[in-house]
Every structure is written in C-alpha cells, then in structure tokens.
C-alpha cells in the first residue's frame, strides 16, 4: 500500500483530496496540507515511519532535498521516498480546477515500484589532463587546473602572447594525427615534425634572437615557411642542442584521461562527444561557460558509473548477413558514433563508454535487437498503461501524453508551469500529461500506438533543441510511420505530434493547438502488459487496433500502404528474373522468407518481415522489391507462396535436384566455356551422384590417378 501525501503551499492550487483519493488505487480520502515541509513536517515522519516500509509518495519536488534530510535524521523511517510534480504540470494552469484526473494519474504513477537496477558502465580517471590550444591560451588554463589535475599541453601555435618565460607543465607541438576514446582512456597520436625538441627546450630565447627570418615565436617551433635553413638558431641553442634542422618526422602517442580542446574548431566534433572531451573555442578568458567547465572537469577524478543504456540480441539483428548490409539504420542514426558495423561477423557493435543513452538507436531498429534498458520497455510500458487508465477512470477525456527529456524537456515544463501560475500563459492544458524521460528520442512506434490502444489519444515529444538533428528527423519519420498506421485503419485526426519549442511561450502555443485537435481512437481500452520483445508489443498494439478499426468493417479491407522505412511490409518477386535459388531464405534474419523441402516453392509469412532489405541485397538476379505496408487480414500471419517452379529432373536416374530455370540458365552461361563442352556440358543435367557416376565411368576422361 502507497501512503500519498499531497501539499497545496499557500492555498495556490484548486485541489480536491476526495476526489484524488478515489482515483488512487487505495481509495483512501487524502488529507491536504499547506506547509508539509514547515509545520506540518510532523505528518511527513509519521508516514514514512507509520507505513510498515510501504511507499510514500510526496506531491512536492521543490522541497525534495529539504524531505531527504529529514527522513535521514527521522529515527525509524524505512520507507521509501518517490517525489512527483503537480504543480508545474497541472496545478498551475488555467485549467486547474479540471485537472484532478491528470493528478491522479500522476500521483499513481509515482508509486509504482522502481524497475529493476540494469548493468552499469564504469570509467577510471587519474586526473590526466591533456590541453590543445595556443600554447598562451592553453597555458592559461592549465594555470586553473594544475593544483587538481596532471596538465600536458598539446600546441598549436604561440597565440597572442605565446609562452610564459617559466615551463610549468609539459608540452607537446607538431600534428595531431589522432584523438579517440572516452573518459579515463583518450589516445592521443601525433607527429613531432619540427627541428625544436621541447623537451631540450630550456626557453632561453637565443633562437629567437638568432634568427633574421623571424621565424621562430614564442612557441618555441620553427615557422617553416619563413626559415631558410641558414642554421643560425642551431649554433645559438649551443650547449642544450634543442635544435636538429636534419631530424626526421617522428610518430608518438600518449594517453590521457581527459581533454580540454580550445581550438576554434573541435578535434572531435560530434554532437555527443565522448564524456571526458570539452570544446571551448578561444580558451576560458572571458567565457560565461568557463567556469562551469573548470569544475566539471576538478570533478572528473576517481571512479564513476553510469547506466548501461541498451541490450543486444544479435539473433534478433537484421544489420548483415554473408557480408551484406541490409538494415543500417542504428549506425546512421547514433550522435555518439558509439555503433559500428561487423558485417563480416554479421552484427554491429555497440560501445557503452561512447553510449549516451539517447535510445535512438532502439527507436529506429526494426527488430528489436537493440532494445532500450534505461527503464525497459515493460516498466515504460507499465508507467503509460498506469497514467492512462488512471486518468480515464477518475473521468478525464482525451488524454494526450507529453514525453520530454529529464533535462531540457522538464525545465520547459516547469518555466511553463510559473509563468502559467503569474497569468503570462496558459500552462499545461488538463488533458496533457507530462511523461520524463532520460532523453526523448528513447521511445518509438511500439509504445506509442501501445499509448493509443490504452486509451490515450495523442503522443506528442518535446524537442528543446538540445537533441542531434537526425534524432528529431527519426522521430518524426516513425511518427509518420505510426500516424499511416492509424490513418489507414480509419482513426481519423493526428494522434502523433513532435513539438519544438526552446521556451515556455512556443511550447505554450503548441500546447494549446493540440486543445483543438480531435481524435478517434478505439472505443475499447487494451489491457495487455508490453513485452520485452518489441515486434511482439507492437502486434500485441496492431491486433488490438485492427480489431476496432472502422476501415476493416468491410468484407475485404485492402492492404494499408506505409512510407518507406516502415518495420512492416511484404515483398514483391519477379518471376521472370528469380531462379528460386533460395539465398534470399539464407539471408532473411526475420524467417519471413522460407523454402519448401518437398518442392522448389519460396514462401513468405508477411507478420515476420521487418523490410530490412537483406534479400533484395543478397538476391543474385535483382528480383526483389520492398513493399512497405500492413496487410490486416489473417492472411498476414500465414505463408504464402511467391514463386515456384518445376523440377529439373537428372537426365540420368530421373531424381529432382533443382529447378528448370535454374538448370537452364546455368546450362546458357555455360554453354559457350571450354571446360563444358561435349559430355561435360551433359554431366551438368546429372544430379551430384551420377555426375560423379559419369565421371568415373568415361572412358575417354585423364583421371587423377593416372597422373
């Protein structure tokens, strides 16, 4: 049993704790407090020590930090703690007073049990910081890292102002030819190619002096296009002999735990770069974000974990078969570059230190081999199934889910939630119930028509601008996907929205569009529990769709065309082309395509296809076509068969091995070759055993052992 506490601070919201308290699973009335977190904190100890180690949920992330501490100092407190907002997200809004049943869908939510803990990633950092930048710049910075941190500079040039006369840290100049990993373990690879060796260097400046080209600053590296070799600097470094005109490129790498990159252009520019790498072009000086970055990097010393984002399967991945690429679609689509392609070991590979835990790669993967872990489909599942079906039962209408990242999305929500509360806007509409999550683009297709066939009748994900373009690109393409779905069922209206908007006022604006928007949905809700498999929750979703859609009312409903891409479909042969050699069974990842043991038949099961390409890749005559679509009809889930043909026969015990066209177009292309001439062209009728048959019976053949 979950103890609910609720707390309207200075009487601002319109709550009604009858109501609440019947919509909750408990239907216990709910008492309402006003100053939980200052007077009334005596109810708060009794529930967490009162309850028997049940949950408690507190309707109040304001004060979350002040209810943590006291629970820790409250003797016998064994409860657990969940925190939720009802606040921002409802109870400041201009429809407050109707938004009871998104309330209690809220507080139901924040009482369902934590998922299960996932793997975790772990990172080791000895404080080896590596700095590239103009040496006065990088120089500079060191300066604010040093007493934390082992500071190497990597040059790139004197700057401005070049090198201070004292060497405090050690330096490094030449040509970066590489810069790759992650937290704890960067490897840096770089040519030495200039006469100065820093290392010797002891900055004594006689070069500069020495030299009538100029061409030596206060980097302490020779401006090759300026020096004309006269050697002057060389009899002026004297003793120390930091300068070798004649000394050959040298290739050197080092390793390092962090990098700071104050380059005008970044040594990795991704979008997600790996965790460890900053950029800030032009150094710390004058930089608002300076100082941030000098504190996140002081922090990055010992040993840290994060979640481990995703599982694979790579039975379940359609990624390659046999060395040929069919579905790419997870390695185009990652910011992170963290996913690569073994085709040759038909599979990708993921890295989970480079993983940033976007889920846009299980979002767009067809199959399901890569499934998010960051909570697992089920607890995801459970969560919308719990919102849904509690805000209709407390008689809310329509109800539209907002996914939004835990960050960017949620800070949106809450600056909404203000100026909704100081009557500059209208705040998040009753029927809209905010969904966080880590990142937005880590839900897809399964669990949002999962979302229609609970009830709800739209799915709308915030981007705040802080996502790569190609995430918001896929969203949008499955969103079309799904919408096509729907469409074609005969639900009419938009029930798939992305919404952009980077302040409170767009994302008030769009909020109050979807008011407009009308949707049909099913007059029944579903009731199953999303899988683990993400192809069995999206037929779970289908069939529960299909069974109400008013476009299947008709004895023959016609197949329900989808835009390309689409993880569903058929496939179109010809016939004139295929041979049935059958390597489009091989390749198939999905068995949507299967042979006949008793008869040269190629079948396909419709249900099974995931469109990923694999058999028009590996056919050998070109013969196949993808044809996106969803077939509703029972047909969809039986075998059908594309092409046959009859049996070539052996010429010489009559047995069936093959087929007539096949035979016969290996019989033309060969036909004309020297080695299949005479009785060896007719030994290519045969099947394997008279050919060897044949072969030994001939008279007129050299045999091997006659050699």
């Known amino acids: 049993m979950t103890t609910t506490l609720i707390c309207d601070c200075n009487k601002t919201m319109p709550l009604e704790p009858k109501t609440l308290g019947a919509a909750l699973p408990d239907k216990r009335e709910l008492p309402l407090h006003t100053t939980l977190c200052r007077r009334e904190a005596p109810a708060f100890q009794r529930a967490i020590t009162g309850s028997g180690g049940d949950e408690v949920v507190v309707a109040c992330t304001q004060e979350q930090r002040l209810f943590t501490e006291l629970a820790e100092q409250t003797p016998g407190a064994t409860s657990p703690i969940r925190f939720v907002n009802i606040r921002e997200t409802g109870g400041w809004s201009r429809d407050a007073r109707t938004a009871m049943p998104k309330i209690a869908a809220l507080l139901a939510a924040a009482g369902l049990p934590d998922p299960e803990p996932v793997?975790?990633?772990?990172?080791?950092?000895?404080?080896?910081?590596?700095?590239?930048?103009?040496?006065?710049?990088?120089?500079?910075?060191?300066?604010?890292?040093?007493?934390?941190?082992?500071?190497?500079?990597?040059?790139?040039?004197?700057?401005?102002?070049?090198?201070?006369?004292?060497?405090?840290?050690?330096?490094?100049?030449?040509?970066?030819?590489?810069?790759?990993?992650?937290?704890?373990?960067?490897?840096?690879?770089?040519?030495?190619?200039?006469?100065?060796?820093?290392?010797?260097?002891?900055?004594?400046?006689?070069?500069?002096?020495?030299?009538?080209?100029?061409?030596?600053?206060?980097?302490?590296?020779?401006?090759?296009?300026?020096?004309?070799?006269?050697?002057?600097?060389?009899?002026?470094?004297?003793?120390?002999?930091?300068?070798?005109?004649?000394?050959?490129?040298?290739?050197?790498?080092?390793?390092?735990?962090?990098?700071?990159?104050?380059?005008?252009?970044?040594?990795?520019?991704?979008?997600?770069?790996?965790?460890?790498?900053?950029?800030?072009?032009?150094?710390?000086?004058?930089?608002?974000?300076?100082?941030?970055?000098?504190?996140?990097?002081?922090?990055?010393?010992?040993?840290?974990?994060?979640?481990?984002?995703?599982?694979?399967?790579?039975?379940?991945?359609?990624?390659?078969?046999?060395?040929?690429?069919?579905?790419?679609?997870?390695?185009?689509?990652?910011?992170?570059?963290?996913?690569?392609?073994?085709?040759?070991?038909?599979?990708?590979?993921?890295?989970?230190?480079?993983?940033?835990?976007?889920?846009?790669?299980?979002?767009?993967?067809?199959?399901?081999?890569?499934?998010?872990?960051?909570?697992?489909?089920?607890?995801?599942?459970?969560?919308l199934r719990t919102l849904l079906t509690t805000y209709l039962q407390a008689g809310g209408r329509e109800p539209a889910l907002l996914l939004h990242s835990e960050e960017g999305g949620r800070a949106?929500?809450?600056?909404?939630?203000?100026?909704?509360?100081?009557?500059?806007?209208?705040?998040?509409?009753?029927?809209?119930?905010?969904?966080?999550?880590?990142?937005?683009?880590?839900?897809?297709?399964?669990?949002?028509?999962?979302?229609?066939?609970?009830?709800?009748?739209?799915?709308?994900?915030?981007?705040?601008?802080?996502?790569?373009?190609?995430?918001?690109a896929a969203i949008a393409h499955q969103m079309e996907i799904a919408q096509a779905l729907l469409r074609g069922l005969g639900y009419t209206g938009t029930h798939f929205v992305a919404i952009d908007a980077i302040g409170p006022a767009q994302l008030d604006a769009a909020l109050v569009a979807l008011r407009g928007a009308r949707q049909q949905v099913p007059l029944n809700v579903a009731r199953f529990a999303v899988g683990a498999e993400k192809r069995a929750t999206l037929e779970m979703a289908l069939d529960h769709l299909m069974d109400a859609a008013p476009a299947l009312k008709t004895p023959q409903p016609a197949a329900i065309p989808l835009p390309a891409g689409a993880p569903l479909g058929a496939i179109e042969v010809d016939k004139d082309k295929c041979t049935l050699c059958l390597a489009c069974v091989s390749a198939c990842p999905a068995s949507a395509l299967q042979d006949n043991p008793n008869a040269p038949q190629l079948r396909f099961i419709e249900k099974n296809c995931v469109q990923c390409g694999l058999c028009a890749t590996t056919c050998p005559e070109d013969a196949i076509a993808l044809v996106p679509r969803l077939l509703p009809t029972p047909e969809r889930a039986q075998p059908v068969v594309l092409n046959?043909?009859?049996?070539?026969?052996?010429?010489?015990?009559?047995?069936?091995?093959?087929?007539?066209k096949a035979i016969e177009a290996m019989l033309g292309k060969l036909a004309g070759h020297a080695m299949f001439q005479g009785e060896a062209l007719e030994r290519l009728k045969m099947c394997g055993d008279c050919r060897v048959i044949d072969l030994y019976a001939a008279t007129n053949e050299v045999k091997i052992t006659e050699l």
Not at 148 to 161: D, E, H, K, M, N
Not at 222 to 251: F, M, N, W, Y
Not at 644 to 660: L, M, N, Y
Request: include cysteine.
């Open 119 to 383: 793997a975790t990633v772990s990172y080791k950092s000895q404080g080896r910081l590596l700095v590239i930048g103009p040496l006065d710049q990088a120089e500079q910075a060191a300066s604010l890292l040093a007493d934390s941190l082992q500071v190497s500079i990597f040059s790139t040039g004197p700057g401005a102002q070049g090198g201070a006369q004292e060497r405090r840290f050690p330096v490094m100049a030449g040509r970066i030819e590489s810069l790759a990993g992650w937290l704890g373990a960067f490897k840096l690879g770089w040519t030495q190619d200039n006469p100065i060796d820093l290392d010797l260097c002891t900055r004594c400046n006689a070069c500069i002096a020495a030299c009538p080209e100029q061409a030596i600053g206060f980097d302490y590296q020779i401006d090759a296009s300026r020096c004309t070799s006269h050697a002057d600097c060389v009899k002026a470094c004297g003793v120390a002999g930091a300068i070798d005109l004649q000394r050959e490129p040298q290739l050197h790498g080092a390793e390092f735990d962090l990098v700071l990159d104050l380059g005008a252009t970044a040594r990795i520019d991704w979008h997600a770069p790996p965790q460890g790498y900053f950029h800030v072009a032009g150094g710390l000086a004058g930089r608002p974000d300076a100082l941030q970055t000098v504190l996140r990097l002081r922090e990055m010393v010992g040993e840290f974990e994060k979640p481990k984002f995703f599982d694979y399967k790579q039975k379940l991945c359609a990624h390659s078969r046999n060395e040929q690429v069919g579905c790419n679609a997870c390695v185009e689509v990652c910011s992170a570059h963290a996913i690569r392609s073994e085709k040759e070991r038909q599979r990708i590979v993921v890295n989970p230190n480079l993983c940033v835990g976007c889920g846009a790669c299980t979002t767009v993967c067809p199959t399901g081999a890569l499934a998010y872990s960051y909570p697992r489909a089920p607890d995801q599942g459970l969560k």
């Open 644 to 660: 046959e043909a009859r049996p070539w026969t052996c010429i010489r015990c009559s047995k069936p091995f093959g087929t007539q």
């Open 412 to 472: 949106l929500v809450e600056q909404l939630g203000r100026q909704a509360q100081l009557g500059k806007a209208q705040g998040v509409p009753a029927n809209v119930i905010p969904v966080g999550l880590f990142h937005s683009a880590s839900t897809g297709i399964d669990l949002w028509l999962s979302a229609i066939a609970f009830g709800g009748a739209q799915v709308a994900v915030l981007f705040t601008g802080e996502e790569a373009p190609q995430y918001r």
